[in-house]
């Protein structure tokens, strides 16, 4: 059984960073997809960046330049780096993962992903 457990949340100002870290445990497959989602209260949940296992990422058009998802597959870890953060990034961040390598186009699709986690929750404040 797949669990994701996400941490590295907290408070910030703006113009600081964080960075998210979530764990895959019970994700022995070698061809998968790994994303970030955020909900902020009032919203919809959306797709904030993605990989695949060939190394394809991408990025939601609000986050591209500021955020960087990575991969330490020896910890079975994805992260998010979250830098110049404003107060529109506030929300609760969720890890997910599928079993296949998602074309870029679908990557921060959650209509893909089957495997979630908990979320941890990012304030930034003005």
């Known amino acids: 059984q797949v669990q994701l457990v996400e941490s590295g949340g907290g408070s910030v100002q703006s113009g600081g960073s964080l960075r998210l870290s979530c764990v895959a445990s019970g994700y022995t497959r070698s061809a998968y997809s790994l994303a970030w989602f955020r909900q902020a209260p009032g919203k919809e949940r959306e797709g904030v960046a993605g990989?695949?296992?060939?190394?394809?990422?991408t990025y939601a058009r609000p986050v591209k330049g500021r955020f960087t998802i990575s991969l330490d597959s020896a910890k079975n870890t994805v992260y998010l780096q979250m830098n110049s953060l404003t107060p529109e990034d506030t929300a609760m961040y969720f890890c997910?993962?599928?079993?296949?390598?998602?074309?870029?186009?679908?990557?921060?699709?959650?209509?893909?992903?089957?495997?979630w986690g908990q979320g941890t929750q990012v304030t930034v404040s003005p």
């Open positions: 997910a993962a599928a079993g296949k390598p998602l074309r870029v186009y679908f990557l921060i699709s959650q209509n893909e992903y089957g495997d």
């Open positions: 990989l695949n296992s060939f190394g394809v990422t």
